[in-house]
């Protein structure tokens, strides 16, 4: 039976309601075929046709570039217009030092000093399925409106046991931080780490994590913060690099 043209329209209008959102539908070229970027499920037409247009906004091939043939500097450009979604921000930036599956450790903002802030902190910590907290700053959490930091969480089901002030500057901090680290990890408990606002010690702690659970230098750990920067949605946690080699090298941050 010949479908009719209602039912080509149809059709037409049901594919075009499937495409990923943000995408353009374009018909393929003569000879040409459909690939699919791997992951995100976008039609992407790759044609035979020298005559073949990239659409408006597309980046266009480098010419200088002659080790490529012309359908590969095509679908290079085709990619980059295709824009991919960034991870929404986590609340109080909370997300794994690494992005690894698995990875025990993880870094968050400041909860703030009002109670409602702490406690709403302290919610969200739980429902990430973390039972342990590093403070890195005394006076921070010292400052908390009543009935004060320790007093909120463990109203939220904290035990005492699991919440530790460390203060990056004293000697043998490093050892400290390392400790306590590897004793949530030998129970398979999350931890998490936080200082005060604008400190850099949070950043501090998870590049020193960073580099002995992956072996890196102080350089390559950075590096490997920032990858994961877009992936985890939040947007500053870098450590600098030449103090995360001095506090691995003498210790503690005197």
Known sequence: EVPT??????????????????????????????LTCRGSGSGLIMPDDPEFKLPMGAAKPRSSDSSKSKTELEMEARLRSIALPETA??????????????DLVFGSESPGQSADSVRM???????????????????????????????????EGFEADSLFVLDLRAEGSKARLE????EGRSFGER????????????????????????????????????????????????PDVEQLEKFVEEGSLK
Not at 12 to 23: F, I
Not at 220 to 228: F, G, K, T, V, Y
Request: aromatic fraction near 4%; proline fraction near 5%; charged fraction near 20%.
């Open 89 to 102: 921000r986590p609340l109080f930036g909370l997300a794994a030092a690494t992005g690894r599956p698995g």
């Open 121 to 155: 902190w302290a919610m969200e910590v739980r429902r990430r399925g973390i039972s342990r907290v590093i403070s890195l700053s005394e006076g921070e959490i010292n400052g908390v409106e009543a009935p004060g930091f320790l007093a909120i969480l463990g109203e």
């Open 179 to 182: 400790e306590l680290l590897d």
């Open 5 to 34: 043209m209602r039912g080509c329209v149809v059709c037409l209008a049901l594919m075009l309601l499937l495409l990923p959102a943000g995408s353009a539908w374009v018909a393929p070229a003569r000879g040409g075929r459909l």
């Open 191 to 238: 931890t998490v780490v936080h200082c005060k606002p604008e400190s850099g010690d949070t950043a501090l702690a998870l590049g020193t994590h960073v580099m002995r659970s992956c072996g890196t230098s102080a350089e390559e750990a950075e590096s490997l913060m920032r990858a994961r920067v877009k992936h985890s949605g939040v947007k500053e946690r870098l």
